[in-house]
């Protein structure tokens, strides 16, 4: 079992799921995040807090997404990384280098708003109830 990172992340790498995931199994290409279905534990610790919704269960894909369950796995077997050390920053699956660029004003607004989100946690930190 596995999640996996589908296509609303491209374009958009804010990271916030990296800092979850507790086995270091989310990886960074040129324009998205990967997950390496042979390290994820099924633990559900990235999936709440992508601010897009571009993590899912391999059993909960959409229909229209069920393709990225291959990209994600794909991308590892391109790589060829031996076991255990990272393999980020080596390009990206051909189905997601072919991608047109994502929207940019909404990428924006996906960054205003983790921002914001940032500092309402930083907030309650020095303002507790
Ligand atoms: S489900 Fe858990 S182990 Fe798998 S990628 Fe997400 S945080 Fe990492
Ligand atoms: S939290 Fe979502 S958008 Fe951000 S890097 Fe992870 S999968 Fe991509």
């Known amino acids: 079992m596995t999640y996996v990172i589908a296509q609303p992340c491209v ?6 799921c990296v800092t979850e995931c507790p086995v ?3 990886y960074e290409g040129a324009r998205t995040l990967y997950i390496n279905p042979q390290e994820c534990v099924d633990c559900h610790a990235c999936e709440p807090v992508c ?3 571009a993590i899912f ?7 229209h997404w069920a393709h990225y369950l291959a990209v994600n796995a ?7 990384c031996p076991p255990g050390e990272r393999c980020d ?3 990206d699956h051909p189905v ?3 991608l047109p660029p994502q929207n940019a004003v909404h990428k924006k607004e996906i960054s205003v708003f983790t921002v914001a989100k940032e500092e309402a946690a930083d907030a309650d930190l020095w303002f507790p109830l």
């Not at 374009?11 to 916030?16: G, Q």
């Not at 269960?57 to 229909?63: C, N």
């Open 11 to 16: 374009d958009i790498m804010d990271r916030a």
């Open 24 to 26: 270091d199994c989310i």
């Open 51 to 53: 601010p897009v919704e």
């Open 57 to 63: 269960h391999e059993h909960d894909l959409p229909e």
């Open 74 to 80: 794909e991308y590892f077997e391109e790589a060829a």
């Open 89 to 91: 920053a080596v390009g």
């Open 96 to 98: 997601v280098a072919a």
